[in-house]
């Protein structure tokens, strides 16, 4: 079942919304391949151009990593302290 786009948004975003809000729900969680180009053009019905800008986008925001060869993988994200600085780790 292919997921209800709005046409009246840039689809890119909100192919780059959904990637994000599963890495959030934890259905990809940390160090997870995240679906290919061809994947998510095939999942959403869209162009593999548009795939490619919104994993591009995600990779820009530092959501996912690219590795050359295997994919695309959920990044790790500094922790972040109550005030909103990252964690020294200290």
Do not use: C
């Amino acid at each position: 079942m292919t997921p209800e786009l709005d046409r009246t948004r840039p689809v890119w975003r909100q192919v780059a919304a959904a990637i994000e809000a599963r890495i959030a729900d934890g259905t990809y969680p940390v160090d997870a391949r995240v679906p290919s180009v061809v994947e998510l053009s095939a999942e959403f019905a869209i162009a593999a151009s548009t795939a490619q800008k919104a994993l591009a986008h995600l990779k820009s925001e530092g959501l996912i990593r690219a590795e050359v060869g295997l994919g695309s993988f959920v990044a790790r994200r500094p922790q972040v302290t109550e005030d909103g600085d990252p964690a020294s780790g200290a």
